[in-house]
């Protein structure tokens, strides 16, 4: 009964792979993000998708791509994966309660470690 | 743009003391204000945020925090830490920009040691 769940926990890999981590939620929420943790433990938002349309897209290279194939799934895609790509990545999602009144109170997945080597 | 700013980048309290982190936010309309907590290996939970109402607001595991506008903070307070709060504590704002959800801004985090 996980409320937002992503697999795997950990992904160690080569450079230059294509990786794939993937998130969902059960709680009925309309809008799912991905954030970064770095090494020093610095979370910033990479994307968000609201009803399966991308909201937000902060300064992310573009070998990483989201994919929302419905309302409770957004995966994250890396193409050519890099050494600075290592870090730990935090799904989450939110319910907009209603115009204007929106809470963007979010739910965390558990993270998923990606060394890359 | 909005920031958050998290002056404490370590603190270490003895058990059973009191407990205040610091965090100063700046944000561009309404602020909703969060704190999270993370342990060691694990994902983020949420101890208590801030939308609008009392600014005196309680969380779980025996937090609260004050949303003070003049002075664009949020700090976290707890009357008598425990072993068990040793973690990585992040304050975050975040809020409604109009074309849809805003990701939250997080500080760096104040990492909480307790001393026996």
């Known amino acids: 009964d996980t409320a937002v769940s992503q697999t795997p926990k950990y992904l160690v890999t080569q450079m230059g792979n294509d990786k794939s981590i993937k998130c969902e939620q059960n709680l009925g929420h309309d809008t799912m993000y991905w954030y970064k943790q770095d090494s020093k433990k610095f979370l910033k938002i990479m994307f968000s998708y609201n009803n399966k349309e991308l909201i937000i897209n902060e300064t992310v290279p573009n070998r990483f791509s989201p994919k929302s194939p419905d309302k409770a799934h957004l995966n994250l895609h890396i193409n050519s994966l890099e050494l600075g790509d290592s870090a730990v990545y935090f799904c989450?999602?939110?319910?907009?309660?209603?115009?204007?009144?929106?809470?963007?109170?979010?739910?965390f997945g558990p993270g998923t470690r990606l060394t890359v080597l | 743009a909005q920031s958050v700013t998290q002056p404490d980048i370590h603190i270490t309290v003895s058990e059973g003391a009191s407990l205040e982190l610091r965090c100063n936010y700046s944000y561009g309309a309404t602020p909703y204000l969060f704190w999270y907590v993370q342990s060691p290996g694990q994902g983020l939970q949420l101890l208590l945020k801030?939308?609008?109402?009392?600014?005196l607001v309680q969380g779980i595991k025996g937090f609260e925090a004050e949303f003070k506008r003049s002075q664009s903070s949020f700090n976290l307070r707890k009357p008598s830490v425990h072993w068990s709060d040793a973690a990585e504590y992040f304050c975050a704002v975040g809020g409604f920009s109009g074309g849809g959800a805003d990701g939250l801004t997080f500080g760096k985090g104040t990492h909480l040691i307790i001393q026996p």
């Open positions: 989450a999602s939110s319910q907009e309660v209603s115009r204007g009144g929106y809470s963007n109170e979010q739910f």
């Open positions: 801030y939308f609008s109402g009392d600014t």
